[in-house]
């Protein structure tokens, strides 16, 4: 599957954003779908996972109660809403792709966009 993500751009602090993630190429209700940040000189952090139904999804604490993930399989998309956001969002966003069980790591995630970049200013 391929994988592309957009939505990203320069948003003051508080703001918010929607990040979108395209899929084509296979059946897109046979993947979870992860979103993954990367920060300068940072590691690749997970943010959020949402299982291929769409009725489980998972976050990592630091954006519980601000970010949503959410999907829609008839339309081939998945999305990551973003509200109150904050400095240290600021990343280069990626969706990634998993056949099998979502986890919050990166290894078990089979396909990955190309990433779009997210800037809060303070």
């Known amino acids: 599957v391929q994988l592309q993500a957009s939505g990203g751009g320069l948003v003051q602090a508080g703001g918010s954003l929607r990040l979108s993630c395209a899929a084509s190429?296979?059946?897109?209700?046979?993947?979870?779908i992860g979103w993954f940040r990367q920060g300068p000189g940072k590691e690749r952090q997970f943010v959020a996972w949402?299982?291929?139904?769409?009725?489980?999804?998972f976050y990592e604490d630091s954006v519980k109660g601000r970010f949503t993930i959410s999907r829609d399989n008839a339309k081939n998309t998945a999305s990551l809403q973003m509200n109150s956001l904050k400095p240290e969002d600021t990343a280069i966003y990626y969706c990634?792709?998993?056949?099998?069980?979502?986890?919050?790591?990166?290894?078990?995630?089979?396909?990955w966009g190309q990433g779009t970049q997210v800037t809060v200013s303070s």
């Open positions: 990634a792709a998993v056949s099998g069980v979502p986890r919050a790591s990166a290894d078990v995630y089979e396909y």
């Open positions: 190429g296979r059946p897109f209700n046979s993947y979870s």
């Open positions: 949402i299982s291929w139904g769409g009725v489980n999804t």
